[in-house]
Each structure stands twice: as C-alpha cells, then as structure tokens.
C-alpha cells in the first residue's frame, strides 16, 4: 500500500511527487519488490519526489539500493545540517541509541536540496507516539 499525491511548491511553484509507504515486516523479499516498484513509479511520474517510510529494513539494504538505482536516494547524507544525535529509528518504547539502525526515513529524488534532516526523539508527556522515531527533512527544490 501506499498513499501518493501530486503537490505544488507554493514557493518555487515546482510540482512534486509525495509518497508514504510501509513496507513488509516480514518478507526481505516482498520489501525488495515493494521498493522496485516504488522506484518505477516515480520514474514514471517524471517528477521531483519525497517517498517517506516505515522501511523495515536499515539505510543501506537491498530496497534502499534499488531505490537509489531509481533516482530515489537517502535525505539524510545529503542534508546540508544534520539537527541532533543520528539516532537508530526503531527504540520500539525503550531509550534510543545513537548509532542504532534506521529503518525509517524520507527519500527524495536527486534534484532536492535536503537543507536539513533530523531523527526526533521527543516524547511528549514523557510517552513516545510510536515505537518508531520520527524521521523529518526539510526539502526543497529548485525554481
């Protein structure tokens, strides 16, 4: 499953691709299928994107690679500023670890300018929202 609109920059007036996903937590197979088939979907829009998601397996991996093969690559070493500690995604309602795995993330294609990029570990009230970390970029494109 997977939710995509087309969006207008209200800035640069660019119109974009957003797409929220969540891929297999079971199958690395049916994840490497889901994340091709992402990637042939925003190659087939031709537009700018923003794919967010809950990935299920860690930056680097085979779906994150066929994605980035698609033009579709990581925000966060592109981020011109990373904000705070690069915290693992997936504290599952225990403290985070700085290092730990990133299984979630935005992805965006090759022409964003990612001026900056955070993992937020924030629980307010003291409760976390999800046993997930929230992955957040600030993105923007070109005019």
Same mark, same amino acid.
């Given at each position: 499953m997977c939710i995509r609109e087309s969006l207008e920059d209200r800035t640069t007036g660019t119109v974009f691709l957003a797409v929220a996903t969540h891929l297999d937590v079971a199958s690395p197979w049916a994840r490497l299928r889901q994340a091709e088939l992402l990637g042939r979907v925003v190659r087939q829009r031709g537009l700018p994107a923003v794919v967010m998601a809950d990935w299920n397996c860690p930056a680097g991996s085979a779906p994150w690679r066929a994605?980035?093969?698609?033009?579709?690559?990581?925000?966060?070493?592109?981020?011109?500023?990373?904000?705070?500690?690069?915290?693992?995604?997936?504290?599952?309602?225990?403290?985070?670890? #700085?290092?730990? &795995? !990133?299984?979630? +993330? %935005?992805?965006?294609?090759?022409? $964003?300018? =990612?001026?900056?990029?955070? #993992?937020?570990? &924030? !629980?307010?009230? +003291? %409760?976390?929202?999800?046993?997930? $970390?929230? =992955?957040?970029?600030?993105?923007?494109?070109?005019?």
């Amino acid at each position: 499953m997977c939710i995509r609109e087309s969006l207008e920059d209200r800035t640069t007036g660019t119109v974009f691709l957003a797409v929220a996903t969540h891929l297999d937590v079971a199958s690395p197979w049916a994840r490497l299928r889901q994340a091709e088939l992402l990637g042939r979907v925003v190659r087939q829009r031709g537009l700018p994107a923003v794919v967010m998601a809950d990935w299920n397996c860690p930056a680097g991996s085979a779906p994150w690679r066929a994605l980035a093969e698609a033009g579709v690559v990581d925000s966060v070493p592109r981020a011109s500023r990373l904000v705070g500690e690069e915290w693992g995604t997936y504290p599952h309602y225990r403290d985070p670890r #700085v290092g730990g &795995r !990133r299984i979630d +993330g %935005v992805l965006v294609t090759e022409d $964003a300018v =990612v001026e900056r990029a955070a #993992v937020s570990v &924030r !629980r307010p009230g +003291g %409760v976390w929202p999800s046993d997930h $970390a929230a =992955v957040h970029a600030v993105v923007r494109w070109a005019s």
